[in-house]
């Protein structure tokens, strides 16, 4: 009996490229308005969520390697793919939140979205500005202290064949 071929590595990349649940989507703000009463939100999963990708469909046939160069990490991630490992690498600069920790891990977030993982993140529309609460600190800059609206609802509205 002929032993049916399947296209593994099409099946891999294909899994690798899920998109994740809405509820494993979290959003931070990266900028405010001048008044502090929107910011500009942005979807992203965190390293854990892509490392159990991984773990998912690879099992043991992925590896990464880290190395600073200048001011950003680069991450080298490393899939085992048709019989031989497949490297694709990216970086990242220093989070505000810890510093170090926050390169390695957003460098190895960045080089998995080169095998399609959270790549669909990159589909959302640009520019989601959402209503914010803000909170001011003892020199008078205002900082991010929680949505006043879902960012799930601007990206739908914009999404939508419906929309202004």
């Known amino acids: 009996m002929a032993k049916i071929s399947v296209n593994k590595t099409e099946d891999i990349m294909f899994k690798l490229s ?30 854990r969520q892509v490392q159990d990708r991984l773990n998912e469909v690879m099992g043991s046939n992925w590896q990464c390697k880290h190395e600073v160069f200048g001011s950003k990490t680069i991450c080298h991630l490393g899939l085992f793919l048709d019989d031989k490992w497949v490297w694709r690498s990216d970086g ?20 998995a979205v080169s095998f399609g993982i959270g790549r669909h993140l990159y589909d959302f529309p640009s520019n989601i500005w959402v209503k914010i609460k803000t909170k001011k600190s003892a020199n008078g800059k205002s ?7 879902d960012p799930w609802d601007i990206v739908r509205r914009k999404m939508s064949d419906f929309r202004k």
């Not at 649940?21 to 942005?42: C, F, H, N």
């Open 18 to 47: 899920q998109k994740f649940p809405e509820k494993d989507i979290q959003w931070r703000v990266q900028r405010l308005t001048k008044d502090g009463t929107s910011g500009m939100a942005l979807a992203y999963v965190n390293v």
């Open 92 to 111: 990242a600069g220093d989070t505000q939140f810890e510093a170090d920790k926050g390169a390695i891990s957003d460098s190895l977030k960045r080089a």
């Open 143 to 149: 900082y991010f202290d929680g949505f006043l609206e």
